[in-house]
């Protein structure tokens, strides 16, 4: 009960400082002017290359006009007339693309080679988790990253929500966020765990019925969460391996319910039956997926929903767990079976989403799934449509995710092609967000 108080008081001092008010910012930080606001200014840029994002097309000789934090107009160089004063800013050797839409990333954890888990939860001070997520939040931007879905905030309350309103108001750089908040766990499957005799704080907020599961839904709306997630399976009780906490129908109430709001839903399963349970109750995305078979991602594809294998957070668990090291000794199992997982998802043609579970691993290595889904199966320009217009659709992003008139100027430009070398977009050169430019050659 001391720890419960301990949080509360500190979650109330923090808010008390940093709080601030939910606004019309639109899904996904679609508001607010950030630092700058992108103003009226027009700007052409002129680099190499431009990927669109509306198809697997690369296009020479193109340039792409901003004015009023939207693009105005994109084609090639000599069909663009530019107003007066357009500030011009060329981009040799570089690829234009939209910013990439981040599906799967939790700003506040950081890895657990440096901190298990528990220990995060647990031990470290929720001030400390916020100022850790503000860093974490502008190396995720200068990375190229300018949509992010942050899926839980792993017993870190609600700051989602602050570090969210914090980065459309321009108080701190970041990506626009699209939060879940807490997530929802089923009763008694989620950590931190210890002996039975202590109620000690959890990663989510638990549910244990269907009644219970409608009330945390729109708990966490009225909270300000952008989605729900839930725990679809996990591993808990006696019994050994991860097994299904939500039943098909507390499911389908939790979409039903989140959907009256605007809200959709993701869940993370790894298992066929918490994967069948949650794609046949209408949810958005799964995450993870390490149980799918070619029958559940067959399902997955006739229902809508996308799929998020989270590769980069396999393969970093592997390393922290053994003394494995990508490319210089045998893969392990867990490894082994992604791969044999994804190549079966791949197959099935089921929408592909970017996002690799990011805190897992570093910051800043986001692109890290990138290059992974290229090396397990699927092409450079594909993974480049999954970090863009595809994650756009899954997540109903209209406004975003493709090089074309009328949409928010979120812009990177790379170094190199990467439809040919898709580890060019480690190499970010240039940053636009709602036409603010936030870094630069």
Known sequence: MFIRHHRLLALVTLVSIVALPLGAQGRGGGGGRGRGGGGGAAVILHPDHVFTAADETLHDGWSVLVQGGRIAAAGPSASI???????????????????????????????????????????????????????????????????????????????????RDAINQGIIPGPRLIVVTKAIVGKGAYGVKGAPEWDLPLGAQEAGNIDELESVVRDQIGHGADWIKLYGDYSFGPHPGAHATFTEDEIRRAVEVAGSAGDYVAVHTSTAEGMRRAASAGVATIEHGDGGTPEIFQLMKDKGVGFCPTLAATEATSTYNSTWRPGMTPEPRAVENKRAMFKMALASGVAICFGGDVGVFPHGENVRELELLVDYGMSAPQALLSATSRNAQIFHLADRGTIAPGLLADIIAVQGDPTKDISALRKVAFVMKGGEIVKQP
């Open 81 to 163: 007339t530019a107003p007066a004063g357009t500030k011009v800013i060329e981009l040799p050797g570089t690829t234009l693309m939209p910013g990439m839409i981040e599906g799967h990333s939790h700003l506040l954890l950081h890895p657990y080679n440096e901190s298990p888990w528990n220990n995060q939860v647990l031990f470290e001070p929720l001030a400390l988790r916020v100022a850790r997520a503000t860093v974490a939040a502008r190396t995720t931007l200068m990375a190229g990253i300018t949509t992010e879905r942050d899926l839980g905030t792993e017993g870190a309350e609600y700051s989602d929500v602050g570090l």
